[in-house]
């Protein structure tokens, strides 16, 4: 596999990236969806790595040193459907690798993990993701595809790997960023887009969600079957506006 290693194409066996694509240390990333070779919101991406990089105590290089490096790998590894991770290490290092990916078109059985999370701190997208991806593990490992996460409040957070929509009463809901959501990059285009209002979500009316879907980069939309086996209705109408939202908004 090609990698761009601090702006050099390379083997992946020259660098000190992992088969799964991760830098070593600690530092932030960005997963960006890819059509054709063609990033998706890539701008929008490269802002929230800017923001994010002095909280976490990463550097990242020029977005023109970026872009050059990015359509250089693009160019080499082409795949219809792809994902295109930017990690940014606390060493100054970073690395940019192009992974075939499969659209995830059935509806998914989510769970509720039961081990809260700290809102404590800045919420940036960190690696080491051990942590997340694990929960995702245990998911699956009991027949479940994700998990909800919540925070020592009790209050819906977001899923393990992915945000949050939820309808509670007609009205579609996101959880805030205090709550220790992840400022997710369509999460932030749905909000601006839709009529999705940001509002806590208490454990207590879990009970009260009618439909829901699983956000995020590289999903986009992806509904949600059943929460705790608890079957949910279906709005593939709001998941075909957010699809074409986000197609209408890839550009750049």
Not at 1 to 22: A, F, H
Not at 142 to 171: R, Y
Request: aromatic share 6%; glycine share 6%; hydrophobic share 40%.
């Amino acid at each position: 596999m090609k990698v761009i290693y601090n702006g050099n194409l390379l083997d992946r066996s020259q660098t000190p990236c992992s088969e799964q694509g991760w830098l070593p240390g600690e530092g932030i990333f960005e997963t960006i969806k890819t059509v054709d070779s063609k990033p998706w919101a890539f701008s929008r991406h490269m802002r929230r790595a800017v923001t994010s990089a002095p909280l976490a105590g990463a550097t990242i290089p020029t977005e023109e040193q970026l872009r050059a490096g990015v359509e250089q790998l693009l160019n080499q590894q082409i795949y219809d459907r792809g994902m295109l991770r930017l990690s940014f290490s606390s060493n100054g290092d970073w690395l940019a690798v192009h992974i075939a990916y499969s659209e995830l078109i059935k509806a998914a059985r989510v769970m509720t993990h039961t081990v809260r999370i700290s809102t404590s701190g800045t919420q940036v997208k960190r690696f080491p993701y051990e942590h997340r991806l694990a929960i995702v593990k245990t998911a699956q490992s009991m027949g479940f595809d994700e998990a909800v996460v919540l925070n020592e409040h009790n209050k819906i957070s977001e899923a393990a790997v992915s945000n949050l929509l939820l309808k509670i009463n007609g009205q579609w809901i996101t959880p805030p960023l205090t709550d220790g959501a992840l400022p997710g990059v369509v999460r932030a285009l749905v909000l601006e887009n839709c009529d999705v209002s940001v509002r806590s979500i208490d454990i207590s009316v879990m009970h009260e969600i009618e439909s829901a879907f699983l956000i995020g980069s590289l999903r986009i939309a992806q509904s949600i079957d059943s929460i705790d086996s608890r079957p949910l209705l279906q709005s593939s109408d709001f998941q075909c506006e957010i699809h074409a939202m986000a197609l209408r908004t890839s550009v750049g």
